[in-house]
């Protein structure tokens, strides 16, 4: 458009004819002046808290999130420590590590990198993990209580997907919400936690027919399906909140999400971009919930709240 005056709507993310734009990198930037505050609070009753990261492998992705998480830590003042390990580990070493940091009391936080080499028994892993300090909230126990309607420490992706709606104002009591994906660690627990809140939650999935049956009907339509340009226009009401939790690599080394940006973004009232939502509030809960495990142990909050 190189000498042109552009005057299209369609490039003004506020503009009338298209949607907000949800921008979960501003929004996880912005709430790392309040965890900072709250980081101090902890440290002037001589608690700092403390991320141990656990890294199996060389998966260049994980290593690239391992790197962002461990840098988030540096940027609010959490104490992260790295533990990384060649593919071969075996299942008996990273239980012993596991215990090691279950039982450190300056170890607020453990995270484990997913995925893990095949060879690794990630469920026993996961369950391994001390629920208290499971700040990734993949325990059992953690999920249980997310099926209760509790959150003890409710999973990053899900839990900075609410962040994100309640940021941008988005009601969600009694709203019509789609969840298109049903893993264990985004569909499922988002699901929960919208029900939670009194949705009406439906989960479609790869093996769901007609998919844009369903997703027409969302007033908000929540993608983690891993396809690319799987949601598009057609398939979205006019209006609806789009919020796009898909990670592709396509072959050009371009990162984009489940959903047809340019397309969709004229006909939702907010959409969330690929990169620069939903991932970076991963990483921005990922904190919080540390924080809050460190704030447990000060005593400064009860050991589970309510949604
Ligand atoms: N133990 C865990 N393993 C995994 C998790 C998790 O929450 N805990 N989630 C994902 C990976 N992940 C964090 O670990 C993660 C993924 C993507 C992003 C992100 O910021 N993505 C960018 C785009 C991709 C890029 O730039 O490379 C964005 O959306 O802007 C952050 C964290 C699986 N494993
Ligand atoms: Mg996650």
């Not at 005056?5 to 002046?33: Q, Y």
């Not at 656990?54 to 003042?77: F, Q």
């Not at 973004?265 to 939903?278: D, E, L, M, T, Y």
Request: aromatic share 2%; with cysteine; net charge neutral.
């Amino acid at each position: 458009m190189k000498g042109t005056i552009v005057t299209s709507t369609a490039l003004k993310p506020d503009a009338p004819t298209g949607a907000t734009i949800i921008d979960g990198k501003a929004v996880a930037l912005k709430m790392r002046d309040e965890q900072r505050a709250r980081i101090e609070a902890l440290q002037a009753r001589g608690v700092t808290p403390g991320l141990a990261v656990v890294l199996v492998g060389e998966d260049p992705a994980s290593s690239i999130y391992v790197r962002r998480k461990v840098k988030a830590c540096e940027a609010v003042g959490i104490k992260s420590i790295s533990h990384r390990y060649p593919a071969t580990i075996s299942n008996e070493e990273l239980l012993v590590l596991i215990g090691k940091l279950n039982a450190d009391p300056n170890v607020h936080g453990i995270l484990v990198q997913l995925p893990l080499p095949a060879h690794i028994d990630m469920a026993k892993v996961l369950e391994t993990i001390a629920p208290e300090k499971d700040v990734d909230g993949f325990h059992l126990y953690n999920v249980g209580a997310l099926v209760v309607g509790r959150q003890i420490f409710p999973p990053c992706t899900p839990y900075g997907v609410m962040h994100l709606l309640e940021h941008s104002g988005i009601e969600i009591e009694g709203r019509n919400v789609v969840v298109v994906g049903a893993s264990n660690i985004v569909g499922k627990p988002m699901a929960l936690m919208l029900m939670a809140r009194d949705a009406t939650v439906a989960i479609c999935h790869a093996k769901t027919r007609d998919l844009g049956q369903w997703t027409i009907l969302a007033d908000i339509l929540v993608v983690a399906a891993g396809v690319p340009n799987l949601i598009v226009p057609q398939m979205v009401k006019t209006g609806a909140v789009v919020i796009d939790v898909g990670i592709n690599r396509l072959a050009d080394g371009r990162i984009v999400g489940d959903v047809d940006f340019e397309g969709v973004r004229k006909k939702a009232s907010h959409i969330s971009p690929v990169p620069g939502g939903v991932g970076p509030m991963t990483i921005a809960m990922l904190l919080e919930n540390t924080i809050i495990s460190a704030e447990r142990t000060a005593g400064i909050r009860g050991p589970a709240d309510e949604f």
